[in-house]
């Protein structure tokens, strides 16, 4: 047999093998996927609405007992089993809008949603009535005439659930075991036509190939084993030969990379451990499964690590949850310090975690680092205290001087002339602005110092905005603006201080006052999920671009100095630490010329315990 008629049978063999190995292949991928769609529609799609359908009935059902409860007497206990499976009940429901699969699940879960909320509007209802001593009482008078048929009709659309649900899993699996005997019958067959026709291919074809590959097999193993000194010895002029040429050549081509290449990777190790040794911040490295690639000997001192901890899990070694959470999530994140103790002494430091991602896209390890920040918390509780203190010292005589000029400018210690008169009222003037800033800065730092006592109870958003604009509407009118309240929802509870959200209104509503000419400013509150979302707009002057990256640090003003509309710096200020307390944020969105629209959130009523999470 020459070459060509080797080289010829060879291909023919491969080309017919492959065709048939491909045809097997995509056969038994599309079964395979088909029985996959098949069993994830039985076991997980289907199965997960079933598992929410009987939650929905357990939560229900301890809900009528509890309104039973209640019937006999008011309850505390009766009210809290109630409400913690009231939440339970949405929970649950929303995993099964999540997991809308089936033809009219979607209607069935709509009927769900509204017979709900019909039940819980009418637990108000029977909540404040009185309790009855036997059935002719007021509650179970609402009991029986409004829960008990919603209850009723809330668990028969349940049960239609979870039925459609056990219906599509039971077709399912008819479809699947069909699929499969179909799936079987067919791959056995294409299977034996390959096995067949592999083994008539092979015996003719070993003679003439296999023991030059088998040479050329042990040389690789000695490749893979990182051996360069092994060379294959063929003495053939195919094209087995010529790749085994090929193969010698490449080995020695290797043996020279690979003392170049082992050189190189010392000097760049020892490079980048002494760097990474030498940051004065502590340093960690970690890959995917949250291993510890490397650590500088800094955070090794910070952590106390006297063992190599290379190769072992971040938890395993350092007991630190929160810088956990950074690592695991670096991007959900918002910066955050942590205080840690290094000999002894408690210090700041401010995390920042980057994951590295390659040239492919693909994920390779995160660093963490580690700023500390004593020295500059230091630095700032100084100058809060020192602000604190100063506007302490100024209160008192900013007082007397305010009482004194208000008794001279009201002439109780004899006459002024005109020029006095004007004297002395810019002076009264200049003293109300400095006792305002000395107000707003003592607010201030007891926000940040965290004495000022936060009153939270659950609060009607719409009642406190509608009481903050009052003031408002007279300034409002003078100025040709119209003041609007656009409430788009009712029953918008939330779970705040009253007396702090108000003002944080009032300053944004009084900031737009101040600098729009004419135009209109609207406030909204709705509910977005778990929050409460309240906004205010105008179409003002907008806020300038240089200023739209402080405009929430202290003593930011977008006006001139010398205009007394610019106020004192420090309302954005204080409004977004009252929000942050809250567990809330603020922010803005604005253009010059266009106006702006200052929003925050806070925690809606029933959900800050999960908003704190």
Known sequence: ?????????????????????????????????????????????????????????????????????????????????????????????????????????????????????????????????????DETGERWEIYNEELLPTFTEIKEDIRELREINREEMVNAQLGADSRANQAIIYTIVLALLVTVFSLIFAFHLTKQILRPIKE??????????????????????????????????????????????????????????????NLSSPLIVTDIEHKIVLI??????????????????????????????????????????????????????????????????????????????????????????????????????????????????????????????????????????????????LDLSKIESGKIEMEFDKVDVNDIIEKTLNPFFKQAEEKDIELKFKQSEENVFAYADPSKISWVISNLIGNALRYAEQGKIEVDAEIKGRRVLVSVADNGPGIPKEYQAKIFEKFVRTGNDQDEKSGTGLGLAIAKEIITAHNGRIWFDSEEGEGSTFSFYIPRYGYQEEDNE
């Open 1 to 133: 047999m020459n070459i060509k008629t080797l080289k010829g049978k060879m291909l023919l063999g491969f080309a017919v093998m492959i065709i048939i190995i491909a045809g097997v292949v995509v056969w038994s991928i599309y079964n395979f996927e088909i029985l996959s769609n098949a069993i994830n529609d039985i076991m997980v799609e289907n199965y997960r609405s079933i598992t929410a359908s009987d939650a929905m009935v357990e939560a229900l059902e301890r809900q009528d007992s509890a309104l039973l409860l209640l019937i006999r007497a008011p309850e505390d206990q009766g009210q809290e089993i109630f409400r913690s499976n009231q939440k339970e009940f949405y929970t649950w429901l929303a995993r099964a809008e999540d997991n809308i699969t089936i033809e009219g699940e979607g209607e069935i879960l709509s009927r769900i949603n509204d017979n709900y909320f019909n039940f819980i509007t009418s637990f108000d209802n029977f909540f404040i009535a009185s309790p009855g001593t």
């Open 216 to 277: 050329l097999g042990k040389g690789i193993k000695e490749v893979a084993a990182r051996n360069f000194q092994q060379k294959v010895e063929v003495a053939s002029e195919d094209e087995i030969g010529v790749l085994a040429d090929e193969f010698n050549e490449m080995i020695s081509k290797l043996q020279e990379y690979e003392k170049l290449n082992v050189k190189k990777l010392l000097i760049e190790k020892e490079k980048s451990e002494a760097v990474v040794n």
């Open 296 to 441: 500088n000997e800094t955070a090794r001192e910070l952590f106390s690590l006297k063992n190599d901890v290379v190769g072992t899990h971040f938890l395993k070694v350092i007991k630190a949850e929160e810088i956990f959470e950074h690592i695991k999530n670096p991007e959900a994140k918002e910066e955050k310090t942590f205080i840690l103790k290094k000999n002894d002494k408690k210090r700041h430091y401010r995390i920042s975690t980057k994951q590295v991602i390659d040239e492919d896209e693909e994920y390779q390890f995160t660093v963490t680092l580690l700023e500390d920040i004593t020295r500059l918390k230091e630095i700032d509780n100084m100058k809060s205290e020192f602000v604190s203190t100063v506007s302490h010292e100024f209160r008192t005589p900013l007082t007397s001087m305010n009482m004194g000029l208000s008794m001279v400018i009201n002439e109780d210690t004899g006459e002024l002339n005109e020029e006095q008169h004007e004297l002395l009222e810019a002076a009264y003037e200049d003293v109300e602005r400095l006792t305002e800033l000395v107000n707003d800065l």
